[in-house]
């Protein structure tokens, strides 16, 4: 056998030496961190397992999550700009409190940004991302509870907000729904109609597979008014 045969050349010695290069850390990055806590505590206090005017003890959710006090803290001055937390100074961070008044200022931002929402994913959805809501309006059929009811309903809007393909409309939508979603929860068992309004939902789907953008518009903001009459129903 020759020497050629039984010696690898430089270049089949596989990758080289990492010896020299500064090690590649191996901790979590500080971005997905931050917002994996966010994400938990805005589900929290979204759901009302964090109640309103509640505290919010940092140490005992860095705890509960499986991060440092460091994401907790940034996840915390998101959800204050948010509004869903008050930062008082010398006294502590609070869960906002929820006010039925503040009901028709959502609803006024939100009927008209849902409109602008559906009219744009009409116009812009992608043929994957109709496939999503095909999925979705099927599941409509299909659910009945209430908690899987506010799932589905939340699912459909992030859904339409995601397919305008536009950042800053997701943001201010998915601001307004986390507010209207606390009111939703706070009187969820007691709803009368909420089957009938998620299932209102397949109107816009609808219009937004047809590509018809005036018709997705409309029925967007019919279904916003909707959400406003029943729960004014319930106060």
């Not at 191996?26 to 505590?41: F, G, K, T, V, W």
């Not at 009302?48 to 996840?75: F, K, Q």
């Not at 089957?195 to 209102?200: D, I, P």
């Amino acid at each position: 056998m020759s020497p050629s045969s039984t010696q690898a050349s430089p270049s089949s010695k596989g990758p080289p030496s990492s010896k020299g290069r500064p090690a590649k850390s191996r901790e979590p990055d500080a971005q997905l961190l931050s917002d994996r806590a966010y994400e938990a505590i805005r589900n929290k206090l979204v759901t009302l397992e964090i109640a309103p005017g509640a505290p919010i003890d940092e140490e005992r959710l860095a705890t509960e999550l499986g991060v440092g006090r460091t994401p907790v803290r940034a996840a915390i001055k998101r959800l204050a700009y948010q509004k869903l937390v008050v930062i008082r100074p010398r006294s502590g961070t609070f869960a906002a409190e929820m006010d039925i008044a503040d009901l028709e200022a959502i609803c006024e931002i939100r009927e008209r940004l849902e409109g602008l929402a559906a009219e744009r994913a009409a116009l812009r959805a992608r043929y994957e991302e109709r496939q999503e809501l095909r999925q979705l309006l099927e599941r409509l059929d299909t659910v009945s509870g209430h908690d899987e009811l506010l799932d589905l309903d939340t699912a459909i809007h992030r859904t339409v907000y995601r397919l305008t393909h536009n950042a800053y409309l997701l943001d201010v939508l998915t601001t307004n729904l986390d507010q209207s979603l606390r009111i939703w929860n706070l009187a969820l068992e007691r709803l009368p109609h909420l089957g009938e309004h998620v299932r209102g939902q397949a109107d816009v789907i609808r219009a937004i597979l047809d590509r018809d953008p005036a018709r997705a518009r409309e029925a967007a903001e019919n279904h916003v008014r909707a959400f406003e009459e029943d729960v004014r129903e319930m106060f």
